[in-house]
C-alpha cells in the first residue's frame, strides 16, 4: 500500500567559495526557456552523460543511487574475513562473497535447483497448493500473489490480502495489446521460456510444448487481471470475505494447506483484491492437465533462481527482462549485481554499516526543520484552498497535523539471527534462505498488531515515501546527501530538490487514493460530498495534461495511472516554493551566478529529473509505472505554477506558457 516516490538532484561541480546548486554546464543554452524548459534546465547535462549501456535510463536521481552503491560496495570490500558465524559483518560478506565467485558459480550450473525440480515434477494435482504456498514464502509467486498489511479499514490491525499476480512480464497489456513493439516483447518472453528449459537438460521441442503452456496460462491470468487504472480504485479491491466463504468459492485450492504453507494460522478472514483473478486460478487448478499446471511452477521456479546461476542463467535473464523489455545493451559489472543480494535481502544490516559511517547527525535536524517548514506551507495552503469547504479543511489539517515523520534510519533494527548463510552451500541455496526468512516475518505479522515504527525502505536507498496506513513519511539517509540536500546551497536550490520531494511526500497524503485515508491511517471518506466533486474536476484536469503528451511513436502518457504521483508533484513544487519564499533568499532578488532566487528553485527542480533513457524503457514505463517520464514532471508540472512564467518572461505564444485559465491548483 506505501505510495513512493523517486526525485533526485542534479550533479555539481564549483569552485571553491561558489555558491553550490546550479551548475551551467546542465544547461542548453540553444534552447529557450519558453521553447522546451526541460531542455534548456538539462539539456548540458544530457549531452554530457551519454547513456551507459548498462542503463536503460540514467539520471541524476541514478548518480545519486550509483553513490550509495559505491559507499556500500566501500563498507563490505572493508569488512575483513573470520566474523563470528551468524554475525552482521559475516552474513553480508558471504552473500556478497559468493555472488563473487563466478569460478563456482558456472561450475555448479543448475545443480542447486534439481531436487526442487523433481518435487515439483513430482507433484500431483493434490499437491500444488501445497507446492504453491511453499513458492509464495518467498521463493516465486506462481497464480497470485499473498501479503499482510494493515487491514485499510481499521490501521491498527493486520490482515492477509489475495492479489492477482502469476504473469512474469508484470503488467497484462503485454500479454493482451498487439502494438508491434508489445508483440515482439512477447515473442522474445516465449523464447525465454523455452531457453531456461533447455538450460536445465529439457529437450528443444519439449521446451516449446513447455513454454506454450506457461504463456497460455499467463494469458489466461493477464485477461482478468484489473488495469492499472481500476487498481488504484481502493473500493474495488477491499473485498473482505470469511474464510469459510473463501473455501465455498475457491474451491481447488486448499485454503487450510495453504494457511499452513504460508505459515499464518488462525485467519478469520481476508481481503480478496482481485476475486476475478482469483477465481481464474480456481478454475485453472480445476481443468487444466497436470502437466501443464507443473511446467508453469516448474518454470516459476526456475525464473525466480536465473539471477544466481551459472552466466548462461544470468544472461538469459538479462536478455528478456533487461534487454528486450527496457532497451538496456549491457549487463552490469557482476560487483553490483553482488552487492544488489545483501543490500536487499540483509537490508537493515547493510543499513546500520551505512549510516554508522555516511550519515552524520546534524543532518537529521536540519531535514527536520524542512520538514517543518513545508508542513507550515502546506497547511497554509488547505486553509486558503477556495474549492474546499470549512468542515473539510479542518479534516484535512488534523491530518496534516498528524503526519510521523521519520528521518535517516529505524529507531530499532531488524533481525535476520534466523538466516544461516553458509558458504558451503550453493548461492541459490543462501539466497532462498534469505528469502523465506523475509516472508515468515511478513507472514509473522498477521498474528501481531500494526507495527507503525517499521520502515518500508532501507537507510541506503535513495527515495523516500508515503505511507497512508500509517500516515508518514519516511526520508531515508541516502537521499540526505550533498548534492541532494546539501547543507552549503543556498536556499532556492535545497527547497527546489529535497524541499519538493518533502512537499511531494506530504502531499501524497491528499492524491487521489492518500485522500481516502484520515488522520489515523484508516479508510474513511472525511470529504464532504461536495468537496470530493471539486477535487476530481481539478484531478481530472490534470491528468488530462498529461494525457495529451506523446512519449513515444503515437503513445500518449497515461494521465490517470500517474495521477497520484502527478498530484504530488504539483503539491510538492507548489508547497515548496511558497516555503522557499519565506527564506531571506526567497524575500530578495538578489542574483546568484546571474540568476534569481525563483530562476534557481526551478532549474533545481528541474535537474532533479535530468535524464537519458532509451525508447523501450519509455515504453514499458508507460504500462508500468506510476510515475511519469522526467520530462513530464518538469514541463508538465511547473506550466501549473504562476511564478514560473514570471521567473523566465514566458508569454503567449511560447510553447511552455498555458493561459491562466487552464492551469490547475489543487493543492
Not at 394 to 402: D, I, P
Request: glycine residues 6%; aromatic residues 10%.
Amino acid at each position: 500500500m506505501t505510495s513512493v516516490a523517486m526525485a533526485c538532484v542534479m550533479s555539481m561541480t564549483m569552485n571553491a567559495g561558489t555558491p553550490k546548486g546550479v551548475d551551467a554546464a546542465n544547461l542548453d543554452t540553444s534552447v529557450a526557456p519558453g521553447e522546451n524548459f526541460y531542455k534548456y534546465a538539462c539539456g548540458g547535462w544530457m549531452k554530457n552523460n551519454p547513456l551507459d549501456p548498462q542503463y536503460a535510463r540514467f539520471g541524476t536521481f541514478d548518480q545519486l543511487a550509483e553513490n550509495s552503491r559505491e559507499q556500500v560496495k566501500d563498507l563490505i570490500m572493508n569488512l575483513g574475513t573470520g566474523h563470528q558465524k551468524g554475525s552482521i559483518k559475516q552474513q553480508v560478506g558471504d552473500l556478497y562473497a559468493m555472488g563473487m565467485d563466478s569460478t563456482r558459480l558456472n561450475n555448479e550450473g543448475y545443480a542447486a535447483l534439481v531436487a526442487d525440480l523433481d518435487k515439483i515434477k513430482a507433484a500431483k494435482r493434490a499437491d500444488f497448493t501445497s507446492v504453491i504456498a511453499w513458492m509464495h514464502n518467498g521463493v516465486a509467486g506462481p497464480f497470485f500473489d499473498s501479503q499482510v498489511m494493515a487491514d485499510l479499514k481499521h490501521s491498527t490491525v493486520n490482515m492477509l490480502y489475495l492479489t492477482q499476480g502469476g504473469i512474469g512480464m508484470g503488467d497484462r497489456d503485454y500479454y493482451l495489446e498487439n502494438d508491434e513493439s508489445t508483440v515482439k516483447i512477447r515473442k522474445a518472453y516465449t523464447e525465454y521460456i523455452a531457453k531456461v528449459f533447455t538450460l536445465v537438460g529439457v529437450k528443444k521441442g519439449d521446451a516449446k510444448k513447455k513454454a506454450k503452456n506457461v504463456m497460455d496460462i499467463e494469458n489466461a491470468l493477464a485477461a482478468v487481471a484489473m488495469s492499472r487504472e481500476e487498481t488504484r480504485d481502493y473500493s474495488k479491491l477491499y473485498n473482505v470475505m470469511t474464510v469459510d466463504e473463501l473455501k465455498a468459492k475457491y474451491t481447488n485450492i486448499d485454503w487450510n494447506v495453504y494457511f499452513a504453507g504460508v505459515g499464518v494460522k488462525n485467519v478469520k478472514e481476508v481481503c480478496v483484491f482481485q476475486p476475478n483473478s482469483i477465481a481464474k486460478v480456481n478454475e485453472l487448478l480445476g481443468s487444466l492437465k497436470e502437466d501443464a499446471i507443473k511446467d508453469y511452477l516448474q518454470f516459476k521456479y526456475i525464473d525466480a533462481a536465473a539471477n544466481y546461476l551459472s552466466d548462461d542463467f544470468v544472461q538469459a535473464n538479462f536478455d528478456m527482462y533487461s534487454k528486450a523489455m527496457s532497451g538496456k545493451k549491457v549487463m552490469q559489472p557482476r560487483w553490483k549485481r553482488a552487492l544488489n543480494v545483501p543490500n536487499t535481502l540483509l537490508g537493515e544490516a547493510v543499513g546500520q554499516l551505512y549510516v554508522a559511517k555516511y550519515f552524520p547527525a546534524d543532518s537529521k535536524k536540519k531535514m527536520q526543520k524542512l520538514v517543518d517548514n513545508l508542513k507550515v506551507a502546506l497547511g497554509e495552503h488547505i486553509a486558503g484552498l477556495t474549492w474546499m469547504s470549512p468542515k473539510t479543511k479542518v479534516n484535512a489539517l488534523v491530518k496534516l497535523n498528524s503526519f510521523t515523520v521519520k528521518i535517516g534510519y529505524p529507531d530499532k533494527w531488524r533481525d535476520y539471527s534466523d538466516i544461516d548463510i553458509d558458504p558451503a552451500k550453493p548461492y541459490w541455496t543462501n539466497v532462498m534462505c534469505a528469502r523465506m526468512s523475509e516472508a515468515r516475518f511478513e507472514y509473522s505479522q498477521l498474528d501481531k498488531p500494526v507495527d507503525k515504527d517499521r520502515w518500508w525502505m532501507t537507510p541506503q536507498t535513495v527515495n523516500a515515501y508515503y505511507e497512508p496506513s500509517s500516515n508518514e513519511i519516511c526520508f531515508p539517509a541516502a537521499i540526505l546527501q550533498a548534492p541532494y540536500f546539501d547543507p552549503n546551497a543556498d536556499d532556492a536550490c535545497n527547497y527546489g530538490a529535497i524541499g519538493v520531494v518533502i512537499g511531494h511526500e506530504m502531499t501524497h497524503g491528499f492524491d487521489d487514493q492518500g485522500r481516502n485515508f484520515d488522520h489515523n491511517g484508516d479508510m474513511v471518506d472525511w470529504w464532504t460530498e461536495e468537496d470530493a466533486k471539486q477535487f476530481q474536476v481539478l484531478a481530472d484536469k490534470l491528468g488530462a495534461q498529461y494525457s495529451a503528451e506523446i512519449v513515444a511513436d503515437d503513445v500518449h502518457a497515461n494521465g490517470q495511472f500517474t495521477m497520484g504521483e502527478n498530484i504530488a508533484d504539483h503539491g510538492g513544487l507548489r508547497v515548496a516554493y511558497s516555503a522557499f519564499k519565506k527564506t531571506e533568499q526567497g524575500k530578495s532578488e538578489t542574483k546568484i551566478d546571474g540568476f534569481t532566487g525563483d530562476q534557481r528553485f526551478f532549474l533545481s527542480y528541474a535537474n532533479v529529473w535530468a535524464a537519458n533513457i532509451t525508447k523501450e524503457e519509455i515504453l514499458r514505463r508507460t504500462k508500468v509505472d506510476p510515475h511519469s517520464l522526467g520530462v513530464n514532471r518538469v514541463n508538465v508540472a511547473i506550466r501549473n505554477l504562476d511564478p514560473f512564467f514570471k521567473a523566465f518572461d514566458i508569454k503567449e505564444g511560447d510553447k511552455m506558457y498555458r493561459t491562466p485559465e487552464d492551469r490547475v491548483a489543487i493543492w
